[in-house]
């Protein structure tokens, strides 16, 4: 989490895992593990009474977007959705100047995706307000990162000693990339799984084990994190088919078998069932899919909360 000083204060943005220290990491997953019982009973933590968080989204969402904004206002802020389709962006308007003009109606928060890889960090130089990253281009998803290794968690203990199997487009997921500075900082054994094209260059630079068949990995995995293709991120088709790529990478119900009783499976979503995973398989005892879901909103508070007022959530923590 970076911290910046803008006139005579402190700016907590939240931008990337790739910059987060295993303490930051444990704090954000301890914060969301004291809200978790308070959401799961539907009751509210007004932490941010009086703030409002902007959604600023370039790109189309259903589960990020929906999460921050029922994070924002179960912490008891104000929430604006902000879609570029609608907005003076489709008439040229540039990121900056968006983001300045939004800026200068004081919101206390930006919550940023776009289809370019670093413009949040871009966008954390140019405004006072806290950023937060939902998604940037195929460079990072910190938040999806961090409520995947919550829900590991949840559902196995601590993730050090963990063998976490990532299968699908490692390549062109911005998913893939964060959840593995996460689960490395925090001791977990990395493998991922894709056809070579779809793999990138020098995997094991990553820090992680690679094969190019799932069959070699599944029977080790305590963790299955099944990714779609990301077609709109491909410059030409890097597979034959997609019936091709279900046939030899998908985690089909064949292949679950050979999963451990009590190993997970995760997805960040959306699912292009028939094609990475089977529907049995998605909709089957290993899958923890729709907890990752809740999760999710669980996660953003707590991330919300940090940047946008650490000292209430501070006092909160402490029960003061």
Not at 101 to 125: K, Q, T, W, Y
Not at 273 to 298: M, Y
Request: hydrophobic letters at 40%; proline letters at 5%; glycine letters at 6%.
């Amino acid at each position: 989490m970076t911290t910046h000083e803008k006139i005579g204060e402190k700016k907590r943005s939240f931008l990337g895992a790739a910059e987060l220290k295993k303490e930051e990491i444990q704090h954000l997953l301890t914060v969301a593990k004291k809200m978790a019982p308070h959401v799961r009973a539907g009751e509210n933590i007004p932490l941010l009474s009086g703030k409002t968080v902007v959604n600023l989204f370039f790109e189309n969402s259903t589960r990020t977007r929906t999460s921050f904004e029922l994070a924002t206002r179960k912490l008891g802020a104000g929430t604006l959705n902000f879609a570029a389709s609608t907005s003076s962006v489709a008439k040229g308007e540039t990121l900056i100047d968006t983001a300045r003009n939004i800026e200068a109606m004081r919101p206390h928060c930006l919550v940023v995706r776009h289809a370019s890889a670093g413009s949040p960090i871009f966008l954390d130089r140019s405004v006072s307000v806290p950023v937060v990253n939902a998604g940037d281009g195929f460079h990072e998803h910190p938040t999806q990162a961090l409520l995947d290794v919550f829900t590991i968690e949840e559902k196995l203990g601590s993730v050090a000693g963990k063998r976490v199997v990532i299968l699908g487009d490692i390549a062109h997921s911005r998913v893939a990339r964060s959840n593995i500075h996460l689960l490395t900082k925090l001791g977990a054994s990395v493998a991922v799984c894709a056809p070579p094209t779809l793999l990138p260059p020098h995997p094991e630079r990553l820090g992680v084990d690679f094969a190019f068949r799932p069959e070699e990995l599944l029977k080790s995995a305590d963790v299955v994190m099944a990714l779609r293709i990301q077609l709109e991120r491909q410059n030409r088709m890097q597979i034959p088919s997609l019936n091709e790529y279900s046939q030899f990478w998908a985690l089909t119900k064949e292949r679950a078998k050979l999963l451990r009783k009590d190993a997970i499976i995760l997805h960040p979503g959306p699912i292009n069932r028939g094609v990475e995973l089977d529907p049995e398989v998605a909709d089957g005892p290993h899958s923890v899919i729709l907890d990752q879901v809740f999760n999710g909103v669980i996660v953003r508070m707590a991330v919300l909360a940090s940047v946008c007022d650490a000292k209430a959530l501070s006092t909160w923590m402490s029960g003061k």
